[in-house]
Nanobody, 127 residues
């Protein structure tokens, strides 16, 4: 059983930056592809970014490409989401998720395929 705890959310003005962290415990972190998802009020959960087990492959939603960067530190069992040039439409609860995989370079954007989820952290971007 993997436990995931997000941190780093908060209130920021448009154009600002935030760095989210997700600390994992209870499993072998390097066996999991890690993803970031978000859900805004009244909207469905959507994919934001994912990073492969080895960290050599990443995928981003079109809406965040060029502004967000996902990274991981397998020694610290932590995945990060650096968010720059934030916009009001980025306001949401952000969740990290873990999916076990045998493929070190695979990334996944389908939320239903992820096995473990954190409790989420609120990001609010004011205009």
């Amino acid at each position: 059983q993997v436990q995931l705890v997000e941190s780093g959310g908060g209130l920021v003005q448009a154009g600002g930056s935030l760095r989210l962290s997700c600390a994992a415990s209870g499993g072998t972190f390097s066996r999991y592809c890690m993803g970031w998802f978000r859900q805004a009020p009244g909207k469905e959960r959507e994919f934001v970014a994912a990073i492969s087990r080895s960290g050599d492959n990443t995928r981003y939603a079109d809406s965040v490409k060029g502004r967000f960067t996902v990274s991981r530190d397998n020694d610290k069992n932590t995945v990060y989401l650096q968010m720059n040039s934030l916009k009001p439409e980025d306001t949401a609860v952000y969740y990290c998720a873990a999916r076990g995989t045998s493929y070190s370079s695979s990334v996944y954007s389908e939320g239903r395929s992820y096995e473990y989820w954190g409790q989420g952290t609120q990001v609010t971007v004011s205009s």
